[in-house]
């Protein structure tokens, strides 16, 4: 069965330090990669994501992930934090091939960052 | 567009009541999710609908769970009787499926908080 693992519960950062989050799945098939965010007391809401092509996906608000196909990785980054990163983060993968993919999502990461 | 839009986004309610939860998805979806948040287990997939069928209720966690589609604009998930272990942030998310081996787009609503006393 799919899984996706996020290894770190909580990360606490000051800001302007840089940010990455890891992300590994089990699947040996083709995968669509995904990561969400959650601010507090919100709705999950699409970062990025990666279907096919360059595997450096750019995202919104200054993320960018890096799918890396040997490593069954695609880790979160972000230069430099801010106090309104503040949110939990979600993985989730989606097999892809012959039918409609089901999202999987990791336990998910909460940062906190410090102001 | 307004987005997945859910009912209620908060529910107190006592051990053996019936809960309806409710989720308009997104005009032009044909895809429906519904999910369960809880701390102990993360984010769940319950069950979802493609062109209104129910297509996988695997994570359906018992009888007492039900969700019906009866359109392409409205769902429902039903608990009843509803248990002090159902408290959770229950997610409704759509999405539009091309068909084939594709993948798509999952978008969120808000979601309803449930406490189950």
């Known amino acids: 069965a799919q899984s996706v693992s996020q290894h770190n519960h909580h990360v606490i950062l000051s800001e302007a330090a840089s940010l990455e989050l890891g992300c590994n799945y089990s699947y040996g098939g083709t995968v669509n990669l995904f990561w969400y965010v959650q601010y507090p007391g919100q709705h999950l809401q699409l970062l990025l994501k990666?279907?096919?092509?360059?595997?450096l996906v750019k995202g919104i608000k200054g993320f960018e992930a890096e799918f890396i196909k040997s490593k069954f990785s695609f880790n979160l980054r972000k230069p430099s934090v801010q106090w309104s990163d503040t949110a939990e983060y979600f993985c989730?993968?989606?097999?892809?091939?012959?039918?409609?993919?089901?999202?999987?999502f990791g336990k998910g990461t909460k940062l906190s960052v410090k102001p | 567009d307004a987005g997945v839009i859910q009912s209620p986004r908060h529910e107190v309610t006592e051990m053996g009541q019936e809960v309806t939860l409710r989720c308009k998805p997104i005009s032009g979806h044909n895809s429906l999710f519904w999910y369960r948040q809880t701390m102990m287990r993360g984010l769940e997939l319950l069950i979802y609908f493609n062109n209104n069928v129910p297509i996988d209720d695997s994570g359906m966690p018992e009888d007492r769970f039900s969700a019906k589609m009866p359109n392409a604009s409205f769902s429902t998930l039903k608990i009843q009787p509803s248990e002090p272990r159902d408290s959770a942030v229950y997610f409704c998310?759509?999405?539009?499926?091309?068909?084939?081996?594709?993948?798509?787009?999952?978008?969120f609503g808000p979601g309803t908080r449930l406490t189950v006393l």
């Open positions: 998310a759509s999405s539009f499926w091309a068909g084939g081996a594709s993948t798509d787009t999952q978008y």
């Open positions: 990666y279907f096919s092509g360059d595997p």
């Open positions: 989730a993968v989606s097999n892809y091939g012959g039918s409609q993919g089901n999202l999987i």
